[in-house]
């Protein structure tokens, strides 16, 4: 077997130092982003990104202290205290794009970390957008019902 079909995503991205910096760019970018910032409880962001950077190192294939150090990572219990709205997480995404896009990843690699982490992202939506524009509930009720919704008559 050659080492070529046996080496991770982990080892083939530059290990550790790669996914250090990766999820340091990331949370750069969340700091500064008071929308998304809101959701992050902590006033101090360091132990969640040493957290989102050992799930996404043992993901890849690399050292397994994650789970040693926080167990299974059951992401959807872990995010249902947080409104993960489809806003949130497109502003999530877009911090994770701008990172991968200075992470030294070639595009093949970047592109299969995003297949991974879009879908992760999408599954972790819990809850809906605020409307912009809330319903006008007078004006609802006015409607006709549609003809569709009326019984045949009965015979
Ligand atoms: C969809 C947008 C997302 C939002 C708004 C979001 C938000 C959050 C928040 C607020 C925390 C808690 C941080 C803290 O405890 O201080 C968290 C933790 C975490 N998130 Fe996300 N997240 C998102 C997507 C993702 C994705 C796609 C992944 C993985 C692929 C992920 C992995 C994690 C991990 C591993 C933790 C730490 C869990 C632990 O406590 O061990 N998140 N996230």
Redesign the pocket.
Known sequence: MTSSQTESFYDAVGGHETFVRLVRTFYVGVAADPE?RA????ED?G??EV??R???EQ?WGGPTT?SK???H?R?GM??A??A??PR??D???AH?RTALQASGMTDEQVGQFWA???R??????NSADEPDNPPDLISLEETPSAPSRRRPPSR
């Open positions: 998304l959701l992050y409880p902590d962001l132990p969640a957290h989102l050992m799930f996404l993901y994650y150090r926080r167990g990572p992401l872990r995010h205290p947080f993960v709205t949130a997480r502003l999530w995404l994770m991974y982490v879009s992760a992202a999408h599954f972790l939506v």
